[in-house]
């Protein structure tokens, strides 16, 4: 995790530079996001305020992305498909029928807390898992990082198998900005930096492999 932390630091950190280098107004406003979603992450401070930024509101997470309990699914009662049944842990089979359009939001609810999905395309969410309802005009990949940041897992309650309730989260103010046009940019730069960051682990997987030293 320490390793992750600090390639998201040292990439965001050089995006944001080269990027304001060549006169693209918009890294600022991927330099604040940043700064907010990934509070570990290094950005100079005069990258984030040489352009004007849009408002920032402060909101229960119930007006902005409310969660909703995932649709009962049995294994029996599964046919084959191509619709994704995303479970607690991830996809689980593949349905021939959906319940939600992509793309989509889920997380675990039941066993697996705080395991976090974007899906594109349409699905079934199963009742292991909450999914967001409504967006309310905010972009879906924004709200998967939105709730990336709040880290679901300290909601997690019960001696045995641990649950997520809804309600406790729903409560929980958070504060993200109002333009649709940031909310895009920063969801491009943070995904870009998770795609990178999954290409170096897949890269020290294989040496790892072919290379005993390493090991």
């Given at each position: 995790?320490?390793?992750?932390?600090?390639?998201?630091?040292?990439?965001?950190?050089?995006?944001?530079?080269?990027?304001?280098?060549?006169?693209?107004?918009?890294?600022?406003?991927?330099g604040?996001?940043?700064?907010?979603v990934?509070?570990?992450?290094?950005i100079?401070?005069?990258?984030?305020?040489?352009?004007?930024?849009?408002?920032?509101?402060?909101?229960?997470?119930?007006?902005?992305?409310?969660?909703?309990?995932?649709?009962?699914?049995?294994?029996?009662?599964?046919?084959?498909?191509?619709?994704?049944?995303?479970?607690?842990?991830?996809?689980?089979?593949?349905?021939?029928?959906?319940?939600?359009?992509?793309?989509?939001?889920?997380?675990?609810?039941?066993?697996?807390i705080?395991?976090?999905?974007?899906?594109?395309?349409?699905?079934?969410?199963?009742?292991?898992?909450?999914?967001?309802?409504?967006?309310?005009?905010?972009?879906?990949?924004?709200?998967?990082?939105?709730?990336e940041?709040i880290?679901?897992?300290?909601?997690?309650?019960?001696?045995?198998?641990?649950?997520?309730?809804?309600?406790?989260?729903?409560?929980?103010?958070?504060?993200?900005?109002?333009?649709?046009?940031?909310?895009?940019?920063?969801?491009?730069?943070?995904?870009?930096?998770?795609?990178?960051?999954?290409?170096?682990?897949?890269?020290?997987?294989?040496?790892?492999?072919?290379?005993?030293?390493?090991?």
């Open positions: 995790m320490a390793c992750k932390v600090s390639l998201q630091s040292s990439l965001a950190t050089l995006i944001a530079i080269s990027v304001a280098n060549s006169g693209n107004g918009s890294v600022q406003v991927a604040r996001c940043i700064a907010y990934r509070p570990a992450t290094r100079p401070s005069t990258l984030l305020h040489l352009v004007p930024m849009p408002a920032w509101e402060q909101r229960k997470l119930i007006m902005v992305a409310p969660l909703q309990r995932g649709f009962d699914l049995p294994a029996e009662k599964i046919i084959p498909g191509v619709y994704p049944v995303m479970m607690s842990n991830g996809i689980g089979a593949y349905h021939n029928e959906y319940k939600v359009k992509g793309p989509g939001v889920v997380t675990g609810r039941s066993g697996t705080g395991n976090l999905q974007y899906v594109e395309s349409a699905f079934w969410p199963h009742n292991t898992t909450l999914w967001v309802t409504k967006f309310y005009g905010n972009h879906p990949k924004f709200i998967y990082y939105l709730y940041k880290d679901l897992k300290r909601y997690k309650a019960g001696s045995g198998v641990p649950t997520l309730n809804r309600n406790d989260v729903h409560d929980t103010m958070v504060f993200f900005p109002a333009s649709r046009k940031e909310q895009e940019l920063i969801s491009a730069v943070l995904t870009y930096l998770d795609d990178l960051i999954t290409l170096h682990q897949r890269k020290r997987l294989s040496i790892r492999q072919r290379s005993p030293v390493w090991s």
